[in-house]
């Protein structure tokens, strides 16, 4: 593999940092198919040049443009502290050469591009020959993807906020289509290589951005029908995110299934971090737990209560509720927390021992004032606790009944079954929950000049429509699947409630729940959603009570006996069926109520079933289902003093 290297740039700040920054712009590295990625190398430098010695690298791979801010910051956080910094564009991506497979996160090439990256850098006179990899989201998936090729010079990991699996963590949660992946693939469209030049392509693509309200209220769209079509590798994947209801071969492949290949992955310390209400908290814990087990490297696993992007922000709150001082990160911190974590590792003088601390660390919810804080938000509060092990050994599985009668119970019976109908055209708000948050671009021309519009990312216009963390269960303007502002999910005809009398004494819940239902339907196909919520009683501050969302799931009854096949039901007859919710840690105060709502959507953050048993994606009318809820139980994952 060879690379050409144009001139470097320089940033060096006599006094300022240890070193200062030699910038090299899109040098192009070649991979083993003979296609060359651009790469910016940024070295340590004095006096404008580079510095003399060979130095530890940090290494993140993207695809949303190496140049942009959130990438150029690890840089400059890095380099001042004795560290070289590669950027690189992934194949197809921005500066990149490519060979149109950019199928999202589908890409084949990643691995292997993620390889011969690590194994060119440590041949270069600059490095030290110890590589660490960062980066969130898409550029975490990079890291896990080159982890299973296991490059011999990959030395460290911090992979943050990813899936492991495509079908069961990021596309199709319980057999149904994750909506906010119909967003990301337009995310990805908006500066693809395709439309970059071409202004009248990138606006047919920003106007479907523009009425994403719209599109998602027509969903499911197919190959050919919208802007996606200017670029067909994300066109193709749309196809398959749509129609590929059970998890078949393609799902099954490496780019879309690491955790099938997790034996393949290298023995190389890694730090894995979440937040409660990121996309991804199931997965980055398992992840965590097979690593633990697997590698005699050391593994650790940070858990907050943030949302997709929350760890590196600079705040106290996840949407509506505030967890209090101890969970601000923002990425100051999380800067200093990587550096000390790669100089057990990558330097020459690298102990290669882990930090003397447990290598779990939680943040438990709760024990807040249940008040609204000067922001507006409720105060939940929370705090940090250290583990040895995920999940943990002290868990008490604890169950639940869900009664006749509306209660949660511990004592079983034998009650009247409970009914309620659910009409597709009327499905139950997406009020908060898990996800990446979904953004509409706003309207051409409102509030900036071309000009400016030509030097941001499109994700940067963007504004929330879909924003992920706890919130009040109760339907608003801010959510625009809403009908009734005002309305509280509890009383809507279509949710069924379940709920506990008021605590006698806390009860804290870490790990991951799981509800069953026995049911029966009108139709041959439908969904049952669940959702965990924690109910507060009335106050000054909020008289009605507060029903905090914790977290949600839902189950394709076609799914219900695995996701490999497809098992359509015999109107009116009893079935069994499972919805595991992701995992939480959150303490329900003395006097709250544990609450368990049940319903058949959650729309717009899953695509609602028409109960019609057609084909997945390819309905061509929708149904009213008539739901039985004979009853059920949820298994909570207690833990007791």
């Known amino acids: 593999m060879t690379a050409t290297e144009p001139a470097p740039t320089t940033s060096d700040e006599p006094g300022s940092a240890p070193y200062g920054i030699v910038v090299s712009k899109d040098v192009m590295v070649e991979m083993r198919d003979g296609i060359h990625l651009a790469t910016d190398l940024h070295r340590p430098g004095r006096g404008g040049e580079l510095a003399p010695g060979s130095f530890p690298t940090i290494v993140c791979i993207t695809p949303y443009d190496k140049t942009e801010r959130r990438y150029t910051e690890i840089a400059d956080f890095f380099v001042p502290h004795g560290y070289a910094v590669v950027l690189q564009d992934l194949r197809d991506r921005h500066r990149s050469e490519g060979t149109k497979e ?123 029908e919208r ?48 937040g409660w209400y990121d996309g991804f908290p199931h997965a980055d814990t398992e992840y965590f737990a097979a690593m633990q087990e697997k590698n005699e490297s050391p593994q650790r696993l940070i858990v907050g209560p943030w949302s997709h992007v929350g760890m590196r922000g600079d705040a106290t709150f996840t949407l509506d509720v505030d967890f209090g001082e101890a969970s601000r990160w923002g990425v100051q911190r999380y800067f200093e927390e990587q550096l000390a974590w790669f100089d057990r590792f990558l330097p020459d003088d690298a102990t290669g021992q882990p930090p003397d601390e447990a290598p779990v660390k939680l943040f438990v919810m ?47 019976g034998d009650d009247e079954p409970r009914r309620f109908t659910y009409d597709p055209e009327d499905p139950v708000p997406t009020i908060g929950g898990n996800y990446c948050a979904v953004g509409e671009l706003p309207p051409a021309g409102e509030g900036m000049e071309p000009m400016w519009m030509r030097l941001l990312n499109p994700a940067l216009l963007m504004r929330n429509i879909m924003t992920p963390g706890p919130a009040d269960q109760v339907e608003s303007e801010a959510y625009f699947t809403s009908r009734v502002p005002g309305r509280k999910l509890a009383d809507r005809d279509d949710v069924l409630v379940y709920e506990t009398t008021p605590l006698a004494e806390p009860v804290e819940v870490t790990g991951r729940a799981t509800v069953k239902l026995r049911i029966a339907s009108s139709a041959v196909d439908t969904d049952f959603t669940a959702k965990l919520i924690d109910v507060y009683p009335p106050n000054e501050d909020y008289p009605d009570g507060y029903a905090m969302l914790i977290n949600d799931s839902i189950i394709r009854c076609r799914y219900r006996n695995g996701f490999e096949q497809e098992e359509l039901m015999e109107p009116g007859q009893e079935y069994e069926v499972s919805i595991l919710l992701p995992p939480t840690s959150n303490v329900f105060a003395a006097g709250h109520r544990i609450r368990v709502d049940v319903s058949s959507s959650n729309f717009p953050r899953l695509e609602r079933n028409p109960n019609t048993g057609e084909p997945i994606g390819r309905h061509t009318r929708m149904e009213v289902a008539e739901q039985t809820v004979f009853g059920g139980e949820i298994v909570l994952p207690v833990i007791t003093a």
Request: with cysteine; proline share 5%.
């Open 227 to 274: 802007a996606l079509k200017h670029v067909p590798a994300l066109d193709e994947t749309l196809e398959n995110y749509a129609t590929r209801g059970a998890y078949d071969d393609w799902w099954a492949k490496k780019e879309n299934d690491f955790a099938r290949f997790f034996g393949e992955h290298a023995d190389i310390p890694a730090t894995m971090t979440t």
């Open 366 to 412: 709760g024990g807040g004032s249940g008040r609204k804080t000067d922001e507006g938000k409720l105060d939940h509060g929370g705090y940090w606790r250290d583990e040895q092990e995920w999940p943990l050994a002290r868990v008490v599985p604890t169950t639940f009944h869900l009664r006749g009668d509306g209660s949660l119970s511990s004592e079983a």
């Open 102 to 224: 950019y199928f999202h996160s589908a890409t084949p090439h990643t691995g292997e591009d993620g390889y011969d990256t690590i194994e060119w850098i440590a041949a270069q006179s600059w490095s030290n020959g110890r590589t660490g990899m960062v980066g969130s989201s898409y550029a975490c998936i990079t890291q896990i993807r080159t982890a299973l090729e296991r490059p011999p010079h990959l030395t460290a990991i911090w992979p943050d906020v990813a899936p492991t699996t495509t079908y069961h963590h990021q596309t199709r949660e319980g057999g149904a289509m994750q909506l906010h992946m119909f967003w990301a693939l337009y995310i990805h469209a908006a500066d693809a290589q395709e439309v970059q030049a071409n202004p009248a392509l990138q606006e047919d693509v920003w106007d479907d951005l523009r009425n994403l309200r719209e599109l998602m209220w027509g969903w499911p769209w197919h190959k050919g």
